[in-house]
């Protein structure tokens, strides 16, 4: 998967399924729930972040919600430097409250993913 690729995929309400910290491999990885217009379910993506650092996360309370939607991704990009992603988050408790966005970012050498891309997902 190229940058331009992630940039392509329409995130933005897609639920987190799991987000995975490997610390001595320096990767992180993140299921994304797709919601797919012709099956009427979700299709599951993997996106593999390889050669981590740079890794900012605030402290999190894991009582305060049920689960969690991408509002939106940034991916930048600065001469001779690793590509820069920040996603920001919707914490969503069942009773359909959202508190405000949680913002994480981190730098990258590659990006990966495994599953497929639901037609409906893709931009332009």
Request: hydrophobic fraction near 45%; aromatic fraction near 10%.
């Amino acid at each position: 998967m190229t940058i331009d690729e992630l940039r392509n995929i329409e995130l933005h309400d897609s639920g987190i399924d799991s987000f995975k910290v490997d610390f001595d491999l320096k990767k992180i990885y993140v299921i994304v729930a797709l919601y797919n217009e012709t099956t009427d379910d979700e299709d599951k993506l993997e996106i593999i972040f390889e050669g981590v650092e740079h890794f900012l996360i605030p402290e999190i309370d894991m009582m305060s919600f049920d689960f969690v939607e991408i509002f939106s991704i940034a991916v930048n990009v600065v001469d001779n430097q690793k590509p820069t992603i920040t996603f920001d988050l919707l914490l969503v408790s069942l009773s359909g409250t959202a508190s405000p966005s949680l913002t994480f970012s981190f730098s990258f050498s590659t990006i990966n993913s495994i599953g497929s891309i639901p037609k409906n997902k893709i931009i332009g």
